[in-house]
T-cell receptor
């Protein structure tokens, strides 16, 4: 039973560039959330997708956008990269609104470095 | 609104001694609470979860946590630390299935021989 798969595992980008990160949820899960974890901090919620729509959004600028596909996989796009966007980006999946009962499964993350 | 406070940024123990990682939460609703562990350069692994059933929750690798509503606490314990327990631990709160997860700032557990 595959868990959450994220790609790529590491990425180096230059300031001002754009980046796309990808996530495949755990088999049977249909809800995907994205989190940003800066060095030495706890993860911060970016947004959540369900039924191909953004359901909730955290306190992140519009440079951060996402998409969910019919197979429940998801992408996180960040435009006009800033040095401060350097972080570990985590994807978490769950089944509908049952995450609080059955838990959220996290991927190993994509380490983004902006230079 | 919901929030989580992890009372210690670092905890140091010797192998074989008990572990206590402290967490207090604030929530306007009946929360679900989780503990996650993160080993260096790894993602987050669920240790245990509280979802309004038994207040004493048993997790993986011998960890337990007790939900105390009167104290708004959800402390994580383990009777005997192992070297492999050295990692960062996050206390997390969620107020509904579709709500976001709110993380504490983490507690780094250091285990010495």
């Amino acid at each position: 039973d595959a868990g959450v798969t994220q790609s790529p595992t590491h990425l180096i980008k230059t300031r001002g560039q754009q980046v796309t990160l990808r996530c495949s949820p755990k088999s049977g899960h249909d809800t995907v959330s994205w989190y940003q974890q800066a060095l030495g901090q706890g993860p911060q919620f970016i947004f959540q997708y369900y039924e191909e729509e953004e359901r909730q959004r955290g306190n992140f600028p519009d440079r951060f956008s996402g998409h969910q596909f019919p197979n429940y996989s998801s992408e996180l796009n960040v435009n006009a990269l800033l040095l401060g966007d350097s972080a570990l980006y985590l994807c978490a999946s769950s089944l509908g609104d049952r995450g609080r009962f059955y838990g959220y499964t996290f991927g190993s993350g994509t380490r983004l470095t902006v230079v | 609104a919901q929030s989580v406070t992890q009372l210690d940024s670092h905890v140091s123990v010797s192998e074989g001694t008990p572990v206590l990682l402290r967490c207090n939460y604030s929530s306007s609703y009946s929360p679900s609470l989780f503990w996650y562990v993160q080993h260096p350069n790894k993602g987050l692994q669920l240790l245990l979860k509280y979802t309004s059933a038994a207040t004493l929750v048993k997790g993986i690798n011998g960890f337990e946590a007790e939900f105390k509503k009167s104290e708004t606490s959800f402390h994580l314990t383990k009777p005997s630390a192992h070297m492999s327990d050295a990692a960062e631990y996050f206390c997390v709160v969620s107020i509904s299935g579709y709500s976001t997860l709110t993380f504490g700032k983490g507690t780094m557990l250091l285990v010495s021989p």
